[in-house]
């Protein structure tokens, strides 16, 4: 899977950050230029996220042709269902001090949904994380996959789902807190949300989920099923004719797919502090895909460095040079395809990479 | 969809063997294994298909004995290549039978299960994956459980090594093993499709116009290729060249002629060279 100095190398990657992180942001005073200031933390775990959730939209397109332009569906599903956990952790520390989440008070409901039971519980939320989108999608996949549909096709109509999604959680009675959605959090797991130290821990939570994410991405890519996966998207029906049932194993990547990014959006709620129906927009799949097609698809390195690349252009600019952003994105459009096919793994491989 | 645990079966692979029914006297009859117990591999009986009233097959009925080699020559139109669509499961029938030795009704079955039952298929256009390597190709075409869960752990035996090993020096792809498939010439593209239907341990392999862009020398290779396969699987091949398919029926090997939709004729080669209607319909006065 990982040449031995890899796995080395990675190893003292991981533990280097592991421990230098902690020390940066808690322990080095605030004016030494190696302090790690919450916005930075903040910031970095915010894109680290989206790399995972880039990961997942790579496992599917580079490497099984399926273009999904709705994985924020996904996304935000996971983000929810974390939500909901730190909506009921608030407590009676809400605004009306009341046991319900304040939305609903304010909608005047006297009792819970019953599909928010149990979700004070920490580890039932987060198996909803992962129960959630990944039944979603395998249900979607089962009936898109079984009639063969394909391409452009398909890209739409998952554009269309994630589109329903969002109307359906714009509204007030779906029980998600509407077009606010969730925010205030207060806790989670007993700590405080916005204290130096619970962020230093979602933080080092959300690294090690994006090195574990890599290795099982790479795991899978590496193993025959990989390749099965990848033959689907050169040529499925020569894969047909040589006795291979290709729903299996668009179902398992896809559904693998959606869990991934369902587990990236339940880390990103609590760093952001907010979730709320404008996640499942159409135009955040659209962008997850610009940051594998930006990194290089059918490269597992490429969407992560396309999602920090890509991300961090975009805080820097809509920081400093707001009005150019929107320009950026139009000219990164039509730059990669053009010069950059290969995304920007493909560029370095070029000069690199003797051929 | 009375036939019981038969090869409608996902959860069975269609050739694993288990215990039968007895349907005839002191006959067992097998889920889901071929039955070439009268003989007979291939059997379409009364098979029509129709695309936008076109008549591409029209009443076919044709058979093939368990071993046999069997030439289909016919113009273009003629059908050739719908029937290997039917048969392969790409095409539903209008109507008709189409079986895989006694017990296999092919019409019910979807490609990938007709493929694990046993009918390996070569395409007009070489068809390989060619963003994988040689010895990779021939590794995925191998014959084992090919359910995703199965792959995922899978690893690369000593045993399926030397049988790819084998079937690269069978196609004289050796040094080519760790190449692009895509990378490859026509004609090494048309060997790596025959080594990977090999791979498969096929007991019927249909061939669509196998020698197909190849130089005389590939044509010659692979006629040896398949004469060494004669015997092990039965082999319909469909071709235009008809030095190739002298070489490939010879004295006494039959030939199959389709017109129309049809089988017009079947013989030896020199008999349908005889034959009035062949004449006139294919091959011209």
């Known amino acids: ?355 | 969809m009375s036939t019981g645990p038969s090869a409608n079966d996902e959860k069975s692979d269609v050739r694993s063997a288990g215990i039968g029914d007895v349907t005839g006297l002191a006959h067992v009859n097998v889920p889901g294994e071929v039955d070439l117990s009268h003989g007979v591999i291939l059997y379409l009986d009364d098979v029509s298909v129709s695309f936008d009233g076109f008549k591409a097959l029209n009443k076919l009925s044709f058979t093939m004995e368990g071993g046999e080699l069997r030439c289909v020559i016919g113009p273009n139109g003629a059908g050739k290549t719908t029937m290997m669509d039917v048969i392969t499961g790409k095409t539903r029938p209008d109507g008709g039978k189409v079986f895989l030795g006694q017990t296999i009704d092919l019409t019910r079955l979807d490609e990938p299960r007709i493929a694990r039952a046993g009918i390996g298929r070569k395409f007009q256009k070489p068809t390989v994956f060619e963003q994988h390597s040689v010895w990779e190709n021939l590794d995925l075409a191998m014959h084992e459980d090919k359910r995703w869960f199965h792959t995922l752990r899978s690893k690369l035996t000593g045993a399926a090594l030397t049988k790819i090993k084998e079937t690269l020096r069978m196609i004289r792809l050796e040094d080519q093993a760790f190449r692009l498939a895509g990378e490859l010439s026509h004609g090494q593209k048309q060997l790596l499709e025959i080594g990977m239907l090999l791979m498969q341990e096929p007991l019927l392999l249909l061939l669509d116009e196998p020698a197909a862009g190849m130089s005389d020398h590939e044509t010659a290779q692979l006629a040896d290729l398949l004469n060494l396969l004669r015997g092990k699987c039965s082999m319909m091949v469909v071709e235009h060249d008809m030095e190739f398919v002298a070489a490939l029926s010879g004295n006494t090997g039959k030939v199959t002629v389709m017109a129309e939709g049809s089988v017009i004729a079947e013989g030896t080669l020199d008999e349908v060279k005889r034959d009035e209607r062949v004449i006139e319909s294919y091959l011209g006065r």
């Open chain 1, 1 to 355: 899977m990982l040449s031995p100095l890899s796995w080395r190398l990675l190893l003292i990657g991981v533990i280097a950050v592991l421990a230098l992180v902690p020390i940066c942001s808690m322990l080095v005073p605030e004016t030494s230029p190696f302090h790690l200031s919450a916005y930075a933390l903040t910031l970095v775990g915010k894109i680290m996220c989206y790399a995972i959730g880039a990961l997942a939209v790579d496992l599917v397109w580079g490497y099984c042709g399926i273009l999904s332009l709705g994985h924020s569906l996904f996304f935000a599903l996971g983000g929810y269902m974390m939500g909901m956990y730190l909506m009921r952790s608030i407590g009676l520390d809400g605004v009306y001090h009341s046991n319900l989440p304040d939305f609903m008070v304010f909608l005047d409901w006297k009792a819970l949904p019953w599909y928010w039971h149990g979700t004070e519980h920490f580890a039932y939320a987060a198996l909803l994380v992962i129960l959630v989108p990944g039944l979603l999608a395998w249900i979607f996949g089962f009936f898109a996959f079984r009639s063969r549909v394909k391409g452009v096709y398909l890209s739409i109509i998952t554009q269309a789902l994630t589109f329903a999604a969002m109307l359906l959680f714009y509204r007030n009675e779906t029980g998600f807190g509407g077009n606010n959605g969730f925010t205030d959090f207060k806790r989670i797991l007993g700590f405080p949300i916005a204290a130096i130290g619970t962020r230093t821990g979602i933080f080092l939570i959300t690294f090690v989920t994006l090195v574990g994410s890599y290795l099982a991405c790479r795991y899978i890519v590496t193993s025959k099923l990989g390749r099965v996966v990848m033959a689907v998207r050169d040529t499925e029906s020569r894969l047909m004719f040589l006795g291979y049932s290709p729903l299996g194993y668009k179902l398992f990547v896809w559904t693998f797919s959606a869990i991934l990014c369902g587990i990236a959006g339940a880390l990103y709620v609590p760093q952001v502090g907010i979730i709320n129906p404008s996640e499942m927009s159409p135009g955040n799949s659209i962008e997850m895909a610009i940051w594998v097609a930006v990194g290089g698809r059918g490269t597992l390195v490429g969407p992560i460095l396309g999602a920090f690349i890509v991300n961090g252009a975009k805080s820097f600019l809509t920081a400093s040079l707001s009005d150019y952003w929107l320009f950026f994105l139009g000219a990164m459009f039509v730059i990669v395809p053009l010069w950059l096919p290969k995304g920007v793994v493909g560029l370095l491989k070029r000069f690199f990479v003797k051929p």
